[in-house]
C-alpha cells in the first residue's frame, strides 16, 4: 500500500490552508451570514482556478493529461462566472440558457474527444505508475466536495459551501503542482 499511497503532508497543501484561514479572518471581520455572488470569496475561487490553469500550462511531462486537466479548469472556471451571466445586465439582455447548454455540451464533447485521440489513457497509467498517490490532499479534496455539498443542500449556509468550494479549488491548485513537481 505504501507504495502507492504517499501519507506525506505536503507543503503545497498549505495553500489551502491558507485559503480556509483567509476565508474565516474574511467571513468573521465582515459579520457575513451569507456570500453574494461576484463577491472577495467567489473572486478568490476565480484565481484559485486560474492559477491551477497556469500551472497546468507550465508543465512539461504528461502534457495530454495536463492539457486535458487545463481544459476542465476552464470549464469550472466559467461555470464560476455563470458562463458570463455575471456579465449581463439581465434586465437588457436575456441570457439564452438553451445555447449555453448547447455550447457548454459541445465544449464538453471536445474536450473528450481530445482526451481520446491525444490517447491521455497513456499519461494516467504512467502517473499512477511513476506518482505516489498524496493522500492527505485527495482525502482533505473529498471532504471538501461533502461540506459542499452538504452545506448547499441541507444547511442552506453558503458560508460554509463558498469556504469549502474555495478550499477545493486550491487543493486542485496543489495536486496539481504536486503532480508537476514529482
Not at 2 to 20: C, P, Q, T, V, W
Not at 49 to 64: D, I
Not at 82 to 102: Q, T
Not at 152 to 164: R, V, W
Amino acid at each position: 500500500m505504501r507504495k502507492f499511497l504517499d501519507f506525506k503532508f505536503e507543503k503545497e497543501n498549505y495553500i489551502a490552508l491558507g485559503a480556509l484561514l483567509v476565508s474565516i479572518i474574511f467571513i468573521k471581520i465582515f459579520n457575513l451570514e451569507s456570500i453574494e455572488e461576484n463577491s472577495f470569496l467567489e473572486n478568490m475561487q476565480l484565481l484559485a482556478l486560474f492559477g491551477g490553469f497556469v500551472a497546468t500550462l507550465k508543465t512539461k511531462n504528461y502534457k495530454t493529461f495536463f492539457t486535458f486537466l487545463a481544459l476542465v479548469l476552464i470549464l469550472m472556471f466559467a461555470r464560476e462566472i455563470s458562463y458570463g451571466r455575471v456579465f449581463i445586465d439581465e434586465n437588457v439582455i436575456n441570457f439564452n440558457k438553451k445555447l449555453c447548454h448547447i455550447i457548454v455540451g459541445i465544449y464538453i464533447g471536445l474536450s473528450v474527444l481530445y482526451a481520446l485521440i491525444k490517447k491521455i489513457w497513456v499519461d494516467i497509467i504512467s502517473i499512477i505508475k511513476n506518482i505516489k498517490f498524496p493522500f492527505w490532499t485527495f482525502f482533505a479534496s473529498f471532504g471538501c466536495v461533502l461540506v459542499q455539498i452538504l452545506s448547499e443542500k441541507y444547511l442552506h449556509n453558503t458560508c460554509i459551501e463558498e469556504t469549502a468550494e474555495f478550499m477545493l479549488y486550491c487543493l486542485i491548485l496543489s495536486l496539481i503542482l504536486i503532480y508537476r513537481k514529482k
